[in-house]
Antibody, heavy 119, light 107 residues
């Protein structure tokens, strides 16, 4: 079955760049689907960050100036870079698959990784 | 951006009782509405999409209804494993947006 696993630093300093990777197993990401990132600040709700597929990327306008999502098909993984981070970017970051078929819903999720922005 | 508003923020229900959760969109999203369940320390789990279609494996006690701007998730008889936070998400327009969540707790 398809599985996603996030990895990356758990602590990032203010003004630096947060970088996370999502490794996909059980499916070749070059074969299709959209793949995305969602975050959840402690005790709060969910926020979509950005999405990528073979046609390109889409980003949340509220984060667009700081976000880059990219894919490495050779490693079957995709990545998130979020620049100029502040304490407000402290959150659990999830990677997920979008179901497709016209349903832009997140049907498979990684377990999430907590990222704290602090000096 | 379409704003999704969920109510109530917290719902206290006894096991075996019915729970009714609401989600309202700031503009019509047709039937492009999904529901997720999230338990502490876990990732969200997709329950329903297309406003009323259950994901394979989701128990029949979960049902979704509504269209345009008003949606409801009903859990017909709450089981112990159903106490969690529930989120709605619209996918009619990008950016994709989520509601703030409803916590279903034991009464």
């Amino acid at each position: 079955q398809v599985q996603l696993q996030e990895s990356g630093p758990g602590l990032v300093k203010p003004s630096e760049t947060l970088s996370l990777t999502c490794a996909v197993s059980g499916y070749s990401i070059s074969s299709g689907y959209y793949w995305g990132w969602i975050r959840q600040p402690p005790g709060k709700g969910l926020e979509w960050i950005g999405t990528i597929n073979h046609r390109g990327t889409s980003y949340n306008p509220s984060l667009k100036s700081r976000v880059t999502v990219s894919v490495d098909t050779s490693k079957n993984q995709f990545s998130l870079n979020l620049s100029s981070v502040t304490a407000a970017d402290t959150a659990v970051y999830y990677c997920a698959r979008i179901a497709g078929g016209g349903y832009d819903v997140f049907d498979i999720w990684g377990q999430g990784t907590m990222v704290t922005v602090s000096s | 951006e379409i704003v999704m508003t969920q109510s109530p923020a917290t719902l206290s229900v006894s096991p075996g009782e019915r729970a009714t959760l609401s989600c309202r969109a700031s503009q019509s999203v047709s039937s492009d509405l999904a529901w997720y369940q999230q338990k502490p320390g876990q990732a969200p789990r997709l329950l329903i999409y297309g406003a009323s279609t259950r994901v394979t494996g989701i128990p029949a006690r979960f049902s979704g209804s509504g269209s345009e701007t008003e949606f409801t998730l009903t859990i017909s008889s709450l089981q112990s494993e159903d106490f969690a936070v529930y989120y709605c998400q619209q996918y009619n327009n990008w950016p994709l947006t989520f509601g703030g969540g409803t916590k279903v707790e034991v009464k």
